[in-house]
């Protein structure tokens, strides 16, 4: 196997760079904060990107905690990998992360400074302080599996390599809870009162209703206990789940994992 490394100081874009330089240098796999790639896929890991503090965030993307390490060599072991690509912040880093997942020394050290002009990398920084934001190289359906809470955005880049044929690659902003700009939250009553308002849009058919909301690492299930016109049960409850779901993932952009209705009475007609 032969382990590329990405070097560079934090928030200069080296998360932002990754998916090219793997895809001119042929490697189909990454190590990015924790985190083991494949493609457009994390395989396995805990990303730092979504620990819930800066020291916890630098403890994940080292493999400090030993379950963790252990996953991903075990993951790495069972993969016919011959090219990874490992991103740091420092060579230092790269070697303590190839040492505990025993990947070898490094074949090709690639410098950000390299890849990217200066104003480029002024830029990612100035993203970073200002706005908090991160980069994590998969798609932002990817992303949703593994984050929750985090405000996303997919960016969609066109690449090529020197043969001139060209890829697509999408990679997703996210802004972590150990952000610069502090901590966030979206409260329980303003998420209530989100699903509150798309119900009152049935009440022509609702007698009463219930709500529970659920809180998960990646993400918040919805469950809800109805009273309903009879004749109206399938498709109605069917449009709520849509409408909630569409309104708790555009105005909150939290991982909705599922939304549980259950129809607990009937009312007829008279």
């Known amino acids: 196997m032969k382990v590329y490394s990405l070097v560079g100081p934090s928030g200069t874009g080296k998360s932002y760079r990754a998916l090219k330089v793997a895809y001119e240098n042929d490697i189909d796999y990454i190590i990015d904060d924790g985190i083991l790639i494949y493609k457009n896929k994390i395989v396995v890991g805990i990303s730092a990107k979504n620990a819930p503090t800066k020291m916890e965030a630098v403890k994940r993307a080292i493999f400090e905690d030993l379950s963790h390490r252990n996953k991903v060599k075990l993951a790495i072991k069972s993969e016919n990998i011959k090219k990874i690509l490992v991103i740091g912040t420092s060579r230092k880093m790269i070697d303590k992360i190839c040492k505990r997942l025993e990947l070898g020394k490094v074949y090709k050290e690639i410098s950000i400074y390299d ?109 809800l206990k109805i009273g309903i016109n009879y004749t109206k049960i399938y498709p109605l409850c069917r449009q709520m789940q849509q409408d909630i779901f569409t309104a708790l993932e555009k105005m909150t952009l939290i991982n909705v994992i599922s939304i549980d209705i259950t129809v607990v009475r009937i009312y007829f007609d008279k």
């Open 115 to 223: 890849i990217a002009t200066e104003e480029e990398i002024n830029i990612a920084r100035k993203m970073r302080i200002e706005q908090g934001i991160h980069i994590v190289p998969v798609p932002t359906f990817e992303v949703k599996r593994h984050f929750s809470g985090l405000f996303r955005n997919p960016i969609k880049l066109l690449f090529k390599n020197r043969d001139s044929q060209e890829k697509e690659f999408e990679k997703t902003l996210v802004r972590p809870t150990f952000s610069y700009l502090g901590k966030y939250f979206i409260s329980q009553k303003a998420i209530s009162q989100i699903i509150d308002y798309e119900i009152t849009k049935f009440t022509e058919y609702l007698k009463n209703y219930t709500l529970n909301i659920t809180h998960f690492n990646n993400g918040i299930k919805v469950s």
